[in-house]
């Protein structure tokens, strides 16, 4: 009986469980590997696998692998086909979770719930996406937490009990795919997250597409065809560039070879040369760490701590930036790709301990009573009218306390009307069409006969984990009715158990 943290990551996942006393071990996969790239292969025979093979593949039948997935989760598709289907992002998602939670039975047992991460600054939708990804892969999903979060609980639970003074901690975590920064109260059995700012399309990958079109447009230079409109070649030079910028974190030169079209060139790179390539994804990064203190009002020496997490962080170039704006070196000691998982691990046992859901797990006294407290990443507001304008009615605000919930008055527009419509909206403009649709508030059941202007409450809120919640009160009652959010681009109930039977019958190595 275990339960289990996983790193679901763009690129990479990682999978954690907690030892008797409650502190976290990384748990390798069965090739014995500490991380799992996030490829899913769809094989011929029907079967998929998942992992470093199925980057492999991808080398010889591109069209047969899903890589990145992780950047589409919230939208209604993955994008190209895989193997001549199309499948959701939610999907194949679940075919990653599902040979993680395999593996980690291998060694742990029959893995009985999963809390599983998701970037700060992912809203709603992605977060939804997410669990029903551990849905569709059978998972019992016990919650989600954010990544920085997770890491700062990990790095938290290392310290061990000294925490006797609360220190403020920021956590800047440059992933595969994802960027987040968030600042951390850390105390003593006491975790809360005080602000949190991030880009989800932010990470190594842009890193290693700066070094594709670079080596790319110099081939053509030299009188090769361009590799990039060819699917396989185009693997090949990610594939390239990756191990190139991973050498040049650790050595001042390397070079990049590209072998296409019976051509091969070899292009030199200095380290200093790559990082002129990709200042502005950096300075990117800067601004938003910026912006996370000025959202917290607080000054770098307000600061104790910088945390870097996230496999990019092993760029110099990283570390430097971070030293040059805090002014303090920042805190190596974590292992950057692990400790994600590692804090999914903890935040396991933490809920698990509050819910009781394990009965059949010891208790972790060291666990027990953490209080963890987080923010929303963006506001929460409803699509209202203004004149001809539709705009963006903020309820609650980003980087309010959670759980939050505000409530707001609605009138029925006509007699015997049974139901109301409210447009759910994420973001902080102010037009309502540059925010990101939640979906549509359908409160339904109101009792028959109301007269017009009946007064319909109806109440937001933001859980701990960032999921959105609707009630509704009919006030001329004082009876709740049903309020359900629709998502236009949302898994129904449906396809999701028709995904989870073939996730089901899959067989995923
Ligand atoms: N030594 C290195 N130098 C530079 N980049 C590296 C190095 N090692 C790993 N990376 C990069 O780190 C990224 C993977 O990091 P990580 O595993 O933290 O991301 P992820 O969890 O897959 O993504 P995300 O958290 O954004 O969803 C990849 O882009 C990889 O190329
Ligand atoms: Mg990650």
């Keep these: 009986m275990s339960l289990i943290g996983i790193d679901l990551g763009t690129t990479f996942c990682a999978v954690a469980a907690l030892d008797d006393r409650g502190r976290p071990f990384t748990v390798p996969n069965r090739d014995g590997e500490v991380l799992t790239p996030s490829a899913v292969y769809l094989a011929p025979d029907g079967s998929a696998v998942v992992g470093q093979a199925a980057l492999d593949m991808a080398l010889e039948q591109p069209d047969r692998v899903a890589t990145l997935v992780k950047r589409r989760m919230g939208l209604p598709d993955y994008g190209p086909q895989v193997a001549g289907r199309e499948f959701r992002p939610e999907a194949l998602s679940a075919v990653i979770l599902k040979k993680l939670a395999q593996d980690a039975a291998l060694q742990l047992g029959p893995v009985t719930g999963c809390v599983i991460t998701v970037p700060a600054y992912f809203d709603d939708t992605r977060r939804k996406a997410t669990m029903d990804a551990g849905k569709i892969a059978g998972l019992n999903v016990i919650d989600i937490i ?4 997770a890491a700062a609980l990990a790095y938290s639970t290392q310290q061990g009990e000294d925490v006797t003074q609360p220190r403020t901690v920021l956590v800047y975590d440059l992933g595969g795919g994802t960027f987040d920064v968030t600042l951390v109260k850390l105390g003593r059995k006491r975790f809360q997250v005080l602000a949190i700012e991030g880009d989800v399309r932010l990470g190594g990958r842009d890193w290693d597409e700066r070094l594709v079109n670079w080596a790319a ?39 990049f070879t590209v072998n296409h079209g019976g051509h091969k060139f070899t292009f030199p790179l200095a380290r200093g040369d790559f990082e002129a390539l990709t200042r502005d994804l950096l300075v990117r990064t800067r601004l938003t760490a910026q912006q996370v203190l ?13 945390l870097m997490v996230g496999g990019s962080t092993h760029m110099p170039a990283c570390t430097q930036m971070l030293t040059d704006l805090t002014g303090k070196a920042p805190d190596r000691s974590l292992a950057v790709s692990e400790v994600v998982a590692r804090g999914a691990a903890v935040h396991a046992g933490i809920a698990s301990a509050a819910m009781d859901v394990g009965a059949a797990l010891p208790a972790i006294p060291d666990l027990a009573d953490v209080v963890e407290i987080s923010v929303n990443a963006h506001s929460l507001g409803v ?70 202007g009946a007064p319909v409450r109806v109440k937001c809120g933001v859980a701990s984990n960032g999921r959105i919640e609707v009630t509704a009160t009919d006030e001329t009652s004082g009876r709740a009715v049903t309020a359900a959010i629709h998502r236009p681009g949302g898994l129904s109930d449906d396809e999701l158990a028709r995904a989870a039977e073939w996730v089901r019958a899959l067989k995923v190595q």
């Excluded at 959202?295 to 020496?301: E, I, R, V, Y």
Aim: proline share 6%; hydrophobic share 35%.
């Design 146 to 149: 954010d990544e920085p979060s």
């Design 217 to 255: 447009d110099q081939f053509v230079r030299q009188g090769g065809a361009d590799p990039r409109t060819d699917p396989q070649a185009l693997v090949h030079l990610f594939s390239t560039a990756e191990r190139v910028k991973r050498t040049l974190s650790k050595i001042e030169q390397a070079s």
């Design 294 to 306: 000025k959202q917290s009002k607080l000054t770098w020496d307000a600061v104790d701590k910088v």
């Design 383 to 452: 699509e209202v009218r203004a004149g001809t304008e539709r705009v963006n009615d903020k309820l609650i605000l980003k980087n309010t306390q959670l759980p939050a919930s505000v409530s707001r008055m609605y009138f029925t527009a006509a007699e015997n009307q049974t139901r109301v419509r409210v447009r759910i909206l994420q973001g902080e403009a102010h037009q309502a069409e540059a925010c990101i649709p939640v979906g549509e508030c359908w409160i339904e059941g109101l009792p028959p006969n109301l007269p017009k």
